[in-house]
């Protein structure tokens, strides 16, 4: 396939390199001949595995991207954070209480926030990150769950924070006790759990399982498509 | 008010003079305008546990004693401010006392550890306790 | 009502909103609507003392920049932003004043926040709800009381950061007289004593627990020497460490006078006659309802 489009220069690691405009950082770096054993995943903005920072020519501000969304920019500063050190503590869901003090227990740090935005800077998906922070931190839970809830633990906020928190891992734990404590299980899946121990699907399932391949394959090919 | 010029002069070794400067610029104050009266140290709720008294202090920063950084007085100070308004010469003790503090705390040290904590303490402690803790004694 | 910017801090959402919602019911009493903004992060609740520290003034700054956009929302009367906590005042206001005549440091605070919408323009006023009152004067307090602490020997426990450093003070630091007059606005009777401005201990409570409780000893041995009964105070620190930090006490000292230790605004919801959820005193430790049962302030 022809690639059309108007070469630009990026700088990786400090090596130059002139790649198509129109790839994503890493597109471009597989272009320029980087293999990634490390520092890629879904390559779909999902698993946040390619975190990258990176400066643009003339500019003194540090930007935050994910490798596989973000598309080049001519005079790009690249530099890759396959992993950022951080420790998850290890907690028992099932006997926390959904306040602040519980996120200080875990989370001590929480309590060096200096609310100067570095991480919010930091962050590829364009989440509120000081604030679900701060928001843990006076115990508001549901906040901070709802924030943090495109977070995809890329770790950029972390590397960054000067109090040295781990702001991925305070929203992990925030969502789950507002899942757990504050929001409750969906009745639509307590409902549907009651029907499967009522043996309401145990007949289909049986059948399904005894069916032969060609009959699965029927089955398959002629599924209802819901295309809307 | 209008504070009264100091008609100290000190000579000293460039390293003590450096040292001074230091804590001079960093705190705001003027410590060659302390004459020893020992009023901050009088009014201080919490000499009991320091090594050095604040006046002592204060002197030794008008010499450039650095060993002024290794007194525990400074890391037991609660920027309580009593100092302050009992100063008659309006010297911010207080001040100075940070600025000692920040001198070690720049050099990527801290006073206090949140590993110390055992999980009941930090169930049990209201956060602007924690907060200040950390803010006055963490790098 | 007057509406007026209000900031809580964070403690006040947690260990301390007995204080906020004695005050919140209390503010209402007497046409106040005190207006949370939506987004507010924890102030820093010290001070940073040294002359070239931009880093720690931007929480403060930043909160003050949400009042400022409270008020260009419409939502308020005022420029002025009311605080509970006697150490998120002193942080938001010195930061305030740091902002407003440094110019070099409120350069550097605007170039930092640049993600946010607009600058702060330096023009918000950071007032202490014991200020609002005095402001509003002591005889509209005591129109609101409708029970008369009467008998109710109260000392009050200023602490150091309402009224110090110089120039920072709600009042006069040698002789401050603003909780006294509230005490006698709402019939109770205030019990001076020598240590009413002693430093509880603060920030050592953390690591250096005995201090404090000699401290806290000292304070609550002297204020009932003089015949107080009850501290009011306005800093969750101060009432943590003069409150359930007295089993600390205990340990060192098993003989003292244990004293109850309430937030100034639970005494006024009190005399207020504003109920059980508006004096908030199940938040208290130690325990102050027996004495009041006792004093007749307090039904069953």
Known sequence: MENNAEYVTIYVMGKKHEVPGDLTIMKAMEYAGHQFTRGAGCRGGFCGACATIYRKKGSYKLEGALACQKIVEDGMYIAQIPFSPAEKTTYELDELRPDANTMLEYYPELSRCLACNTCTKACPQDIMVMDYVQASLRGDIEQAAKLSFDCISCGLCAVRCPAEIVPYNVGQLARRLYAKYIDGPSQHVLDRVEEVEEGKYDEEITRLMKASKEELSELYNNREIDLK | MSYPRSNLILRMDPENKRFKDRVTELSGENVDLCFQCGACSSGCPMTQEMDLLPSKIIRMVQLGLEEALESNTIWVCTTCFNCEVRCPRGIDIANVMEALRQLVLRKKYNRVSLDELSPEELRDLPQIALVSNQRKLTA | ?300
């Open chain 3, 1 to 300: 009502m007057t509406r007026l910017a209000y900031y809580p801090g964070c403690t006040l959402k947690t260990k301390a909103k007995n204080f906020e919602d004695s005050t919140l019911a209390t503010a209402e009493k007497l046409g106040i609507e005190l207006v949370e903004p939506e987004r507010w992060n924890c102030c820093g609740t010290v001070h940073s003392l040294s002359t070239d520290d931009v880093m720690h003034h931007l929480a403060p700054v930043r909160n003050l920049l949400r009042m400022e956009e409270l008020r260009d929302a419409g939502k308020v009367d005022s420029r002025q932003v009311v605080t509970l906590c006697a150490m998120c005042y002193n942080t938001l206001k010195r930061s305030n004043t740091v902002f407003n005549t440094d110019s070099d440091r409120r350069k550097k605070i605007r170039d930092n926040m640049y993600k946010e919408e607009k600058e702060y323009s330096g023009n918000v006023e950071v007032v202490h709800y014991l200020e609002t009152l005095r402001e509003m004067g002591w005889d509209k307090v005591k129109e609101a009381v409708v029970k008369p602490l009467t008998g109710l020997k109260v000392a009050p426990y200023y602490g150091c950061l309402l009224l110090r450093p110089r120039g920072t003070g709600i009042d006069d630091t040698d002789n401050p007289t603003i909780m006294e007059d509230l005490l006698e606005a709402l019939g109770a009777e205030a019990v001076g004593f020598a240590y009413s401005q002693k430093c509880c201990g603060s920030y050592n409570t953390v690591h250096m627990k005995d201090v404090v409780a000699d401290l806290a000893y000292k304070i609550l041995n002297h204020a009932a020497e003089e015949g107080a009964e009850m501290l009011i105070t306005a800093c969750p620190l101060c009432e943590y460490n003069l409150g359930p930090m007295q089993s600390e006490v205990e340990k060192k000292h098993p003989v003292f006078d244990s004293i109850p230790v309430v937030y100034f605004t639970q005494l006024m919801a009190l005399a207020f006659g504003l109920g059980e959820e508006a004096t908030a005193f199940t938040g208290n430790t130690p325990d102050p309802r027996p004495l009041l049962r006792e004093k007749g302030l307090l039904e069953e």
